[in-house]
């Protein structure tokens, strides 16, 4: 496995991000360890998407995040984006760059450019091509991508980077059904190679099916947190959804005060 940072875990200690005079975000820890997927999970506001960007460094923040045993707030820019990468649900690129040069672009950090790529900034590019199952993609436009393949390709990306933790927000979002399943497994096969990965998810039997641990959000606090077994069961749903959690074949729901078999 390529990993030039070795196996690094990721702790987060009373963070809280204030954005135009609000608090969105209240005094959350966490911890995430190598070879473990942790969802954020909660209903839309809740502050998912706010604490990934908090934990990548793009929003200021108060509390501590420690990467590995270093405090995330001394480390540089680049020493940071060498150690964690953040997949953005969808991206904001609209230059006509190919794959191949949007995968590049994850070289940076380690001061390559397409145009002087060493023969470890190609290896690094073609593992990643592969291990995101992007490489059938090499030579097209990104942005004439459909939307299951520019997620493959963003993922391809901050695999590209080397970062021994990854931050994915809703990947699955907006994705086919195959398209979800393609990506759900990549990430059970990237926490098999020891990567640490964060990951907002809005579907809760995919986060049952795929995540080890999960936090629960609402209002920007922490309702709970543990295994995802014990989180996404009855008392937290309902403490935070309103709905009854239904546990069959598959799990579903009904509204709390609602008729049994909805769903």
Same mark, same amino acid.
């Given at each position: 496995?390529?990993?030039?940072?070795?196996?690094?875990?990721?702790?987060?200690?009373?963070?809280?991000?204030?954005? =135009?005079?609000?608090?969105?975000?209240?005094?959350?820890?966490?911890?995430?360890?190598?070879?473990?997927?942790?969802?954020?999970?909660?209903?839309?506001?809740?502050?998912?998407?706010?604490?990934?960007?908090?934990?990548?460094?793009?929003?200021?923040?108060?509390?501590?995040?420690?990467? =590995?045993?270093?405090?995330?707030?001394?480390?540089?820019?680049?020493?940071?984006?060498?150690?964690?990468?953040?997949?953005?649900?969808?991206?904001?690129?609209?230059?006509?760059?190919?794959?191949?040069?949007?995968?590049?672009?994850?070289?940076?950090?380690?001061?390559?450019?397409?145009?002087?790529?060493?023969?470890?900034?190609?290896?690094?590019?073609?593992?990643?091509?592969?291990?995101?199952?992007?490489?059938?993609?090499?030579?097209?436009?990104?942005?004439?991508?459909?939307?299951?393949?520019?997620?493959?390709?963003?993922?391809?990306?901050?695999?590209?980077?080397?970062?021994?933790?990854?931050?994915?927000?809703?990947?699955?979002?907006?994705?086919?059904?195959?398209?979800?399943?393609?990506?759900?497994?990549?990430?059970?096969?990237?926490?098999?190679?020891?990567?640490?990965?964060?990951?907002?998810?809005?579907?809760?039997?995919?986060?049952?099916?795929?995540?080890?641990?999960?936090?629960?959000?609402?209002? =920007?606090?922490?309702?709970?947190? =543990?295994?995802?077994?014990?989180?996404?069961?009855?008392?937290?749903?309902?403490?935070?959804?309103?709905?009854?959690?239904?546990?069959?074949?598959?799990?579903?729901?009904?509204?709390?005060?609602?008729?049994?078999?909805?769903?």
């Amino acid at each position: 496995m390529r990993n030039g940072n070795g196996h690094l875990g990721l702790r987060a200690r009373g963070v809280s991000v204030t954005l =135009g005079g609000r608090t969105v975000l209240h005094d959350v820890g966490l911890e995430a360890k190598p070879g473990e997927v942790l969802a954020l999970l909660g209903p839309n506001g809740a502050g998912k998407s706010t604490l990934l960007k908090a934990l990548a460094g793009l929003l200021p923040y108060e509390g501590e995040v420690e990467i =590995g045993d270093v405090a995330a707030a001394s480390l540089s820019p680049r020493a940071r984006a060498k150690r964690i990468s953040y997949v953005p649900q969808r991206s904001l690129l609209r230059s006509a760059l190919s794959v191949e040069e949007v995968v590049a672009l994850g070289r940076y950090v380690h001061g390559g450019s397409f145009g002087g790529m060493s023969k470890n900034d190609r290896d690094a590019i073609d593992h990643a091509l592969e291990t995101a199952h992007a490489d059938v993609l090499r030579g097209r436009i990104f942005t004439q991508l459909s939307v299951g393949e520019q997620q493959r390709v963003l993922l391809a990306r901050a695999l590209a980077s080397d970062a021994p933790i990854l931050l994915l927000d809703e990947p699955t979002a907006a994705l086919d059904v195959g398209e979800g399943m393609a990506v759900l497994r990549l990430i059970r096969t990237l926490a098999a190679r020891k990567h640490t990965l964060v990951v907002v998810l809005h579907d809760l039997a995919d986060a049952r099916s795929t995540t080890d641990r999960a936090l629960l959000l609402k209002d =920007g606090r922490v309702v709970e947190q =543990g295994s995802t077994a014990d989180v996404v069961s009855a008392d937290p749903i309902r403490a935070v959804y309103g709905v009854k959690l239904i546990e069959n074949a598959r799990i579903g729901f009904e509204p709390d005060s609602g008729p049994a078999g909805a769903e």
